[in-house]
């Protein structure tokens, strides 16, 4: 193996893999990217019992040629070599030769035979959808997803097609169970995926980091219990989760008795201010509505009290009601349009907000009981 | 009490205290600063075992009083505050309210009696030195302080006095036993410290921080066991440590058999890459020095070597010698010329390194023995 690559494009393609090989691990097979050097270029995978990288880099190979070595490691080189064309090539017992200017590595690599087998796939079905698309469904339910695996059945994404005068949508659907949101977004082609089938979190948020200012479409592979993600060269395989996620059209609420119109930026800076004092534990904050506008309260032990006022445009009698403010910070953080509406019911019925004059994203959030 | 403050000088009055205060006391008042609102301004005290820090800021003063409250509190309700005038104010039980357009705060405050008084002090002798030469002699020597009480006697800074041609130098000297390092810079007054007397390494440091980017004089009394730093409205009061410095002009080399030019950007670049690969714990790197150039190399055990090559000017015999590759990097980052010289004996002997075409600083440093 001996091939030419530019520092930038060996520091793109190592730096894609840094969140998908497991740390730490006791078998160092399982710490390593796969470099393999043929007439095309370089194919860089990496992988964990989730998921699968595969990505094709721009190199000049004079010999082709694999081996496996450290991820973290020549990572670590790359980042300090000068901008400028690196050579990479395998020296005696699989030893990985990196010079660069006047730098000389030397890295201990190990047989490709030793790597993983990229998991077989067979697609059942197919669909395409925009980058700019992707990111903005992933953004707005992924915060939402039960973080652990003890949330049998929320964690990981549920994947959705709803008809909508717009045109047939895919929706993303993420719940902790505490709150709720979905996202959707046009795409073409068919969603065929099981019922009892989630796209996993950790995963999903590799992916959403490597499209990162992409451009064009995205290609999503439907097989038996996994997915095949695809652009620009890249190939993700994911496994997924089989779990039955909840029928969650039936815990929205249909109706509401308030309504709220709140300005994003004003409503976000508010609860900053506010939630410095939030409960520990539970980031509980009192929000008491009426027709004179939003008062939000905080109390924390041995800290003390914060009071803050927002204005909003009210509809409905006055209530009281406690809400975990990260729960309602993540939501505005995650919307895009400058006003959001509050549907409201009673004291402890679900809190839903939306985009003003956009129907693409919904979130729910279950209030909290004040003391 | 009852004051109006601009946010900013309320800022950067409380961000001055942070790194006084104790952290995680049982003790609330020891985590607490005083606020002191006078006919002339705010008056801000913080204290720990080693230091008191006093600052005065401006601020519009309805009615004068003083209460002691939570520095770390305080500072995180300053910090989310909008950038508008804020009013403070003394409720009952020593309540701390404060205002800030549609904000309101309310912290649990403490008696100012409860206040650990400001330690009485006499000046015996005085000196003051320009900002910007105090800060050069502090961040050339600080690094090389140890940094535990466990080195009885280093872990200060040692102050002198030295005859130049430029004039009397004030000479702050630092060293933890494998390094040592001393700059000066010119001053007027009287050098009146102790013998046996140190200045203490974190109380150091915060001074360093509150100088930052401060023109004009800084006044230094020194009293009994104790020395007081004034700047602009600032006073601070520093215990000092007793112990013996070692007499570190006898350890200093007075003849070299090999002498080294190298330019401080590419020679801290080749470190920075080769060190990545340094020995853990030991930073050990070697440095294979020929007319030819300096050659660096390193060995990390389950990680690959690393060998880079420096341009230098050398007269003398070619050696080979290992050096703790930090403390390497610690003076060339602290150096301000663009070529350094290095000065070497033997194998073991200690290696000094000096800016070029420049007297006001010089360090030490010990080589290790290479396996």
């Known amino acids: 193996m001996d091939f030419l690559i530019q520092r930038d494009e060996l520091l793109r393609a190592l730096s894609r893999v840094q969140g998908v090989v497991e740390k730490r691990s006791t078998n160092p097979i399982l710490s390593a990217v796969l470099l393999q050097a043929h007439e095309g270029g370089l194919r860089v995978t990496a992988t964990d019992k989730a998921m699968t990288f595969i990505g094709n880099f721009a190199a000049n190979v004079n010999i082709p040629g694999e081996v496996a070595v450290d991820a973290a490691n020549v990572f670590a080189v790359a980042k300090v070599l000068a901008a400028d064309v690196v050579s990479v090539s395998l020296g005696d017992n699989q030893r990985v030769d990196l010079r660069c200017g006047k730098s000389y590595y030397k890295l201990a690599g190990q047989a490709a035979a030793e790597f993983q087998p990229t998991p077989a796939f067979e697609a059942s079905g197919s669909l395409s959808i925009e980058a700019s698309d992707l990111r903005n469904i992933i953004d707005q339910t992924w915060f939402s997803i039960a973080p652990d695996d003890n949330r049998y059945g929320l964690n990981g994404a549920h994947l959705d097609t ?104 004003v409503f976000m800076e508010g609860l900053r201010r506010v939630s410095i004092f939030a409960t520990d534990g539970s980031h509980s904050v009192r929000f008491a509505f009426t027709t004179d506008g939003l008062v939000l309260t905080a109390r924390k032990l041995d800290a003390g009290d914060a009071r803050e006022e927002v204005a909003i445009d009210f509809s409905g009698d006055p209530i009281t009601m406690g809400f975990n403010a990260r729960f309602i910070q993540d939501v505005l953080a995650a919307l895009k349009s400058t006003r959001v509406t509050l549907e409201l019911g009673d004291t402890l019925s679900p809190c839903i907000l939306k985009p003003m004059d956009e129907d693409n994203a919904l979130f729910v959030v279950m209030p909290v009981r004040l003391d």
């Open 162 to 265: 709803v008809e909508t005068p717009q045109g047939r949508m895919l929706r993303m659907v993420g719940t902790d169970g505490n709150r709720l949101s979905w996202a959707q977004g046009p795409f073409t082609g068919t969603l065929s995926i099981g019922r009892r089938m989630l796209l996993p979190r950790k995963p999903l948020a590799e992916v959403r980091k490597m499209i990162d200012g992409l451009s064009g479409p995205v290609g999503i592979d439907f097989g038996e219990r996994a997915v095949v993600i695809r652009f620009e060269g890249v190939t993700v395989h994911m496994r997924l989760l089989e779990a039955e996620f909840p029928n969650y059209k039936e815990v929205l609420p249909t109706n509401f008795k308030r309504r709220v119109v709140v300005d994003r930026d």
